[in-house]
């Protein structure tokens, strides 16, 4: 695609419920990041895929949190059992390979209530 | 580990007059700094990039940012602003090798007044 698209733009969850966000990056790119951005804070890194490998999951806050890329593509993001304090813009980003700029979504706005 | 801290969470100014956004950062090796710019419902955007080689680095929009180890600083400059340039700027680290992940300051919101 032309950008990185994330789907849902926004999500409203109850407590307790699990949610699913999705990340398409550019294609071709080989990297790819997820960031969580509290309001009023910066983006704070959650994990790294290169191809379909996760290289870096020390951003991830808990075990509640989950990601994967089963063919190097398309990524999930996965909240189980969600909490009101999850609640942020999750943010994707991919780039061609390491080294390289990396290009942001637009994001996803998860709230929790 | 590294850390990014911006120095003022809003800055105005008036349309014409010199940006400056503070940017300081901590390393324990040379870093790779970075300015990226987030306007109101879109993703972040690349403004310019620091990576060991000149220490003024321009960027698009007529922006540049100067890297001074001595004072451990990233500032980003404008000579005038325009109205277009309202926007939220954010200051990262990132440590060559690696993962490459970047690691953002809290951000400085950017308000211009006619």
């Known amino acids: 695609g032309a950008g990185v698209s994330q789907s849902p733009r926004y999500k409203v969850t109850k407590r307790g419920q699990d949610v699913a966000l999705r990340c398409d990056p550019i294609s071709g790119h080989v990297s790819l990041y997820w960031y969580r951005q509290a309001l009023g804070q910066g983006p704070e890194f959650l994990t790294y895929f290169n191809y379909e490998a996760q290289q870096d999951k020390s951003g991830l806050p808990n075990d509640r949190f989950s990601a994967e890329r089963p063919e190097g593509s398309i990524s999930t993001l996965t909240i189980q059992r969600t909490e009101q304090r999850d609640s942020a813009m999750y943010r994707c980003?991919?780039?061609?390979?390491?080294?390289?700029?990396?290009?942001f979504g637009q994001g996803t706005r998860l709230t929790v209530v | 580990a590294q850390s990014v801290t911006q120095l003022g969470s809003h800055v105005s100014v008036s349309e014409g007059a010199l940006v400056l956004l503070r940017c300081n950062y901590s390393?324990?090796?040379?870093?790779?700094l970075f300015w990226y710019v987030q306007y109101p419902n879109q993703g972040l955007q690349l403004l310019l990039k620091y990576t060991s080689a000149a220490t003024l680095v321009k960027g698009i929009n007529g922006f540049e940012a100067e890297f001074k180890k001595s004072e451990t600083s990233f500032h980003l400059t404008k000579p005038s602003a325009h109205m277009s340039d309202a926007a939220e700027y954010f200051c990262?680290?990132?440590?060559?090798?690696?993962?490459?992940?970047?690691?953002f300051g809290t951000g400085t919101r950017l308000q211009v007044f006619p």
């Open positions: 980003a991919s780039s061609l390979e390491l080294n390289t700029e990396a290009f």
């Open positions: 990262a680290v990132r440590s060559p090798g690696g993962t490459d992940k970047l690691i």
């Open positions: 390393s324990s090796v040379p870093p790779y």
